[in-house]
């Protein structure tokens, strides 16, 4: 079964940083990928980065570039994002996400709070 566990969410001011961490279990890094998403209060779920483990290739939505990087680390399963210069509307509650046989899955989130 795969799961997606993540970690690493809290209240920070604005130009601060925080490290998320999505552990993974029941699948192998392959070229699949993973993502993280977030949600802000009313507003929908959007992308924000996602890697390929097997080869490193990575994205970002725009409003992140230079500021948000996503990393993983296949010998422990798990994908860091790292987000540096914080603002208040990176506020959300952050997801890890994968699709590994036409399904969908998800964590549970982490909240990220950035105070003016």
């Known amino acids: 079964e795969v799961q997606l566990v993540e970690s690493g969410g809290g209240l920070v001011q604005a130009g601060g940083s925080l490290r998320l961490s999505c552990a993974a279990s029941g699948l192998t890094f392959d070229d699949y990928g993973i993502g993280w998403f977030r949600q802000a209060p009313g507003k929908e779920r959007e992308g924000v980065s996602c890697?390929?483990?097997?080869?490193?290739?990575?994205y970002y939505t725009n409003s992140v570039k230079g500021r948000f990087t996503i990393s993983s680390d296949n010998a422990k399963n798990t994908v860091y994002l790292q987000m540096n210069s914080l603002k208040p509307e990176d506020t959300a509650v952050y997801y890890c996400?994968?699709?590994?046989?036409?399904?969908?899955?998800w964590g549970r989130g982490t909240q990220v709070t950035v105070s003016p």
């Open positions: 890697i390929r483990s097997s080869d490193g290739t990575t």
């Open positions: 996400n994968t699709i590994r046989g036409g399904l969908n899955y």
